[in-house]
């Protein structure tokens, strides 16, 4: 088996070819690898096969996520033609200005270099980050889950099959096949070949990135989102946004997970949202147990604190404003945070004060994410603050470099 | 003695009044800080003269970092000023779109929150770091070195003095007092406090700091730069830039380490070269040492990874542009790369390929610097790709939000 350090530098060698070639023939490379992709389809799925078939101690959750159909493969390919699609980033000019002296200073967009991802069960995360990663410059270095191990190896086959169609170096992307904890460790420690590293996964998964990592990481961090409904809400907006949020797809990272109701509109709000949220467990404080004691059970103070992922919500109700604010930024995981509001002031404050990569004003949660928000696709979701915050796009896989020019100048 | 964790919380405890307080706020508290720090001229130069007597095992450049006098306490006054001339970065709208649904997306920038410096001898990084993480809208938490620390206190003290005269809370600045190992263990390790920490410092910090940092860092790394002079050079800009760029402040970052020079022109060039470096130490290839034999003598492999910090030079002949890269590529550290060139192809072959914080065409390095580049001042350059490359100014020191207006849209 090759080495990970040998997997890493091949696709740092070979990354230096992609950061010379045009725009368009990135885009090439990326249609190359959906029209692969496709072509594969049947190869792709064998595999998705074994790994199902091997699969064992995986909940039905998880058993999803790994699952392929031709379908999903063609959403796959589909997800890798809408990145080509995008405005192309590399060598945008962020902005520029001239000195007293007459030198001119700009910035550009340049690759970040090379990408690691690390990740667990989903397949689709090799197609969608390799295409993100390779549209923006960067050669990128796959450590998938063992149980997709054969799915990954069909994937990342196709994908580089694709990319020697194009006339670029297939060596852009690589797969780590050893898929050891020891081997995901050295992944983290690669200082100088991997310039970002792009955990996505659960809890652990983060836990071991932040001790172990030693090279440059973006974290991919929990969703514990807040809708808060304020005193002046529009019910007819907050229903159907409070419903959708927790019910469309309850296990994902911008699904909301506590519900906010402003004491004044309390015993008129709380009723509505048990009816609308039909087959959701409600926990709820003491006040919302009075106003609907046959729906709700008592939360304990760690719900408050959980990332369901499931049909349960968590409702509390406050005083005001400040106080929606403060519990937010008390359990909040600064993810996703939504106000219901119709008074201008309100969603000003909350807007301003409330710290997370997205806030959202009499809109769904369900909206922070790269394909909705127009992004392309999205490599992550950032929930840190450093380099990239909210969903992670071609343009946040780029650095940028200052591009100085004179005539000589020294400095005096 | 408070402990490092206290002093942290405190600050992240007062940030949230900051982050909430007007640019108008925020600049009025930086001009009372200058004013505090030169009405408190008399205080910080008895506690400065505590630490240099106090100082053992210091080298003399070391010793010259620590010392403060009249003047330098001015230019540190004078630096907190120059941030607050600045235009106002928090609350800027980086970029925004609308959605086929109607909805609005903008990105603004946001303070980061709480900024950690942990930094050896240089007292004026106090001031510096403090001016640029305010003004910015975050809390700051410093960690210098032992040797300054009597010095540290007086200035933090000025700082908070004048904050509090502005009607800000001082808690935003906080100076860990506590300088053992096991303090600044502790300090990198302060996650969910610390929002960014920046290293300021030789390589054993940068590697501690490597190892041991499990919240968000931003490197400050070493400076082996370099100036490639083409075969189409202008002599006359080419040889006040090397002698600038290596005389004028050789103990500094963006200081040039070598000096790559084309095979065609190096008869002519490289004596003109020793001629105008007095006193600079010339290590040259064999090619080099051939051409002027008296005053060069030959380089060994370690020279040409060397960050000298001092009057010697590195001279290497290079056959073309390809192989000027080449080297910049095995030897640089990413900070600043500058072509002397007359030539548009090379120029612009140098600007994409070459991967540096910083390319310069026809000026010194010694430009990379946050203030020479009009950012007012700089807590450090970043050499890494990730968050900020480059000077990092009040605007490096932000984060964004993405804040998403609708009236009741829910995702399909």
Redesign the interface.
């Known amino acids: 088996m090759v080495t990970v350090s040998e997997v890493a530098l091949e696709v740092k060698r070979s990354q230096r070819a992609l950061?010379?070639a045009s725009g368009a023939a990135r885009r090439k490379a990326l249609l190359a690898m959906a029209d692969a992709i496709a072509g594969a389809s049947s190869a792709i799925l064998t595999a998705n096969h074994e790994d199902m078939e091997a699969a064992s101690g995986l909940d039905p959750a998880q058993l999803d996520r790994l699952r392929l159909n031709p379908s999903r493969i063609e959403q796959m390919a589909e997800g890798v033609r809408g990145v080509a699609a995008q405005a192309d980033v590399v060598g945008a000019i962020v902005d520029g200005?001239v000195?007293g002296n007459g030198?001119r200073?700009k910035?550009v967009r340049?690759p970040?270099?090379v990408i690691g991802v690390i990740y667990e069960n989903r397949p689709n995360v090799t197609a969608d980050a390799s295409a993100l990663a390779l549209y923006s410059g960067n050669g990128i270095v796959l450590r998938g889950s063992s149980s997709a191990i054969n799915s990954n190896r069909a994937i990342v086959a196709a994908i580089r099959e694709g990319i020697t169609r194009a006339g670029l170096p297939a060596g852009v992307v690589g797969l780590i096949e050893d898929t050891s904890r020891e081997a995901a460790r050295e992944f983290m420690q690669l200082?100088g070949v991997i310039?970002?590293l792009i955990p996505r996964g659960g809890k652990a998964l983060l836990a071991s990135v932040?001790?172990s990592a030693?090279v440059?990481t973006?974290i991919d961090g929990d969703g514990n989102c807040h809708i808060y409904i304020d005193r002046s809400a529009?019910m007819?907006?907050a229903l159907?946004?409070v419903?959708?949020?927790k019910m469309?797809r309850p296990g994902v990272c911008n699904a909301v997970e506590t519900v906010l109701v402003h004491a004044d509109i309390a015993n008129e709000a709380v009723p509505l949202l048990a009816g609308v949220l039909a087959g959701v467990e409600i926990r709820g404080d003491k006040q919302v147990l009075e106003i609907i004691p046959e729906r709700a059970t008592l939360a304990s103070e760690a719900d408050w604190a959980t990332e369901f992922l499931s049909l349960v919500l968590a409702v509390r109700i406050v005083d005001s404003l400040d106080q929606a604010i403060e519990h937010i930024a008390t359990y909040g995981t600064g993810h996703s945070e939504a106000i219901i509001t119709e008074d201008i002031g309100s969603?000003g404050r909350f807007?301003?004060?409330v710290?997370?990569?997205?806030?959202?004003?009499?809109?769904?949660t369900?909206?922070?994410d790269g394909g909705?928000?127009?992004m392309g696709a999205e490599i992550g979701i950032s929930t840190?603050?450093?380099?990239a915050?909210?969903p992670l796009g071609a343009e946040q896989l780029t650095?940028?470099?200052?591009?100085?020019?004179?005539?000589?100048?020294?400095?005096s």
Not at 357 to 363: K, R
Not at 399 to 411: A, L, P
Request: net charge positive; charged share 30%; hydrophobic share 45%.
């Open positions: 950061a010379r200005w000195l030198i200073v910035r340049v970040l270099g200082e310039d970002c932040r001790e030693t440059p973006i529009d007819e907006k159907p946004i419903a959708n949020a469309q969603a807007v301003k004060e710290d997370a990569a997205a806030v959202l004003v009499n809109a769904s369900r909206f922070v909705q928000l127009g840190q603050k450093l380099h915050r909210g650095s940028v470099k200052f591009v100085i020019e004179g005539e000589g100048q020294v400095r």
